[in-house]
């Protein structure tokens, strides 16, 4: 059987990929604060295992101060874990050895995104915007003609509109904007972290409960009700001062602007590659469809089903370690 792991800073996911057939658990694991027990976790997926290919965006946790201390640790991690061969896919697409990717750690750190690119350009289009929404972050990746042209590194990815941190759940409000319309009037909101993305995105259907699986900012539930009240606290109110339509209208305000940043990353890097074909993947596909209307869209959802859209890396790391190996 063959591992195709991603392990991010908030969560980690796992594909078990056995000949034809496969299976896919999400882990919600803070890894700033559970760093020391990621080999605990791994090991309870460690049966009859034959070889593990790992994706990571975890490096860049507060729990490390340099992305090398973390790619080490991590791939520490795994390699007590597991007695079998262990594979690290780098930015440019290879598989490395852990040896060799502890020497190129730069190459390896927030490199979960090549394999979904990679997987996509060879077996969905290799003409496409890839455009990845996941609870944290969206990945917006020019593939043409097969070759994937994003830049390797997340701070060039970020100049280049290939990368926006705004993501399904845990974007709290105030990134999305300092001031919006309410009562006909322009009014500040807070900037402490009272309300994020997934509060929004459960007051207006856009996700169900079930998929917000980060920690909330009160520590509370994630059904209607909880999500109306946090973002009351956004204007430094509540719901005795603020009624339920009018905070569904606040929500609907941040959801345009979420909107907007996704739709100018996406514009700019077609404009600037001259591509109109879009794949979508991860928890935000439906918020994507409501982005980028007007570009020709092709879902993961829809072609393989809603597990393997919201755990993507991972099952990619994994079908391109089958092929890698034979």
């Known amino acids: 059987m063959i591992l195709g792991i991603d392990i991010g800073g908030a969560n980690t996911k796992i594909t078990e990929i056995d000949e034809n057939d496969y299976k896919i658990h999400h882990i919600y694991f803070p890894m700033w604060k559970n760093n020391e027990k990621l080999t605990e976790l791994l090991k309870k997926y460690s049966e009859n295992v034959d070889t593990v290919g790992i994706v990571m965006t975890a490096e860049l946790v507060d729990a490390y101060e340099t992305k090398k ?3 080490n640790d991590i791939l520490n991690s795994v390699e007590n874990a597991y007695d079998c061969p262990i594979y690290v896919l780098d930015a440019d697409g290879n598989f490395l050895t852990p040896e060799e990717a502890r020497e190129n750690y730069l190459k390896v750190s927030a490199a979960n995104w090549m394999a979904t690119a990679k997987f996509v350009s060879e077996y969905i289009d290799n003409n496409c915007i890839l455009v990845d929404m996941g609870s944290t972050t969206t990945d917006i990746i020019p593939i043409k003609d097969g070759k994937i042209l994003a830049n390797k590194k997340d701070l060039d990815r970020l100049m280049n509109n290939e990368l926006i941190y705004v993501g399904t759940l845990r974007t709290p409000l105030s990134f999305l904007a ?3 319309n309410f009562r006909g009037k322009i009014t500040h909101v807070s900037s402490e972290y009272f309300a994020i993305t997934g509060d929004i995105h459960v007051i207006l259907g856009k996700i169900k409960e079930e998929d917000y699986t980060c920690e909330t900012p009160d520590g509370k539930g994630v059904d209607r009700d909880a999500c109306l009240t ?13 009624n339920d339509d009018e905070l569904t209208a606040i929500a609907e305000e941040f959801y345009a602007k979420l909107l907007k940043l996704i739709r ?14 879009v794949v979508i993947t991860g928890l935000g596909e439906e918020i994507l469809k409501d982005a980028l209307k007007g570009y020709n869209i092709k879902s993961i959802k829809e ?19 089958k092929k890698y190996i034979g």
Request: aromatic share 6%; hydrophobic share 40%.
């Open 230 to 242: 946090r973002v009351a606290r956004v204007l430094c109110g509540d719901r005795e001062m603020i």
């Open 69 to 71: 201390e973390g790619v």
């Open 178 to 180: 300092n001031k919006i």
């Open 264 to 277: 100018e990353g996406v514009d700019e890097v077609s404009k600037k590659y001259e591509l109109k074909n």
């Open 303 to 321: 072609i393989y089903g809603k597990e393997v859209s919201l755990a993507t890396p991972s099952f990619a790391v994994g079908m391109l370690l």
